[in-house]
Nanobody, 121 residues
Framework: QVQLVESGGGLVQAGGSLRLSCVAS????????MGWFRQAPGKEREFVAA???????????KYADSVKGRFTISRDNAKNTVYLQMNSLKSEDTAVYYC???????????WGQGTEVTVSS
């Protein structure tokens, strides 16, 4: 059974930073792409960032335009963990953040329960 557990959310002032973590179990973590999504109140869930499994000794990363230059996704296969470092946070980053696991960076099969991020202005 696949389990994804997010942590690291909380309340932060605008301009601050948070690092989200997602620990995966139940599958061979290194074989899967991982992604972060978010859903703000009253809005649909949207893509934030993704990281591929290692291909030719490197990972491919993708970001939504709204977070490019501020957020960084990374993974530690030894710890079965994917991270989302969020800097220069804005009030519009307020949302529940979900991690996801999939066969590619555009197709996800498993989802976590989410961690809430609130950015106060």
């Amino acid at each position: 059974q696949v389990q994804l557990v997010e942590s690291g959310g909380g309340l932060v002032q605008a301009g601050g930073s948070l690092r989200l973590s997602c620990v995966a179990s139940g599958r061979t973590f290194s074989r899967y792409a991982m992604g972060w999504f978010r859903q703000a109140p009253g809005k649909e869930r949207e893509f934030v960032a993704a990281i591929s499994r290692i291909t030719w000794s490197s990972n491919i990363t993708k970001y939504a335009d709204s977070v490019k230059g501020r957020f960084t996704i990374s993974r530690d296969n030894a710890k079965n963990t994917v991270y989302l470092q969020m800097n220069s946070l804005k009030s519009e980053d307020t949302a529940v953040y979900y991690c996801a696991m999939g066969t590619t960076t555009v197709k996800y099969d498993y989802w976590g329960q989410g961690t809430e991020v609130t950015v106060s202005s």
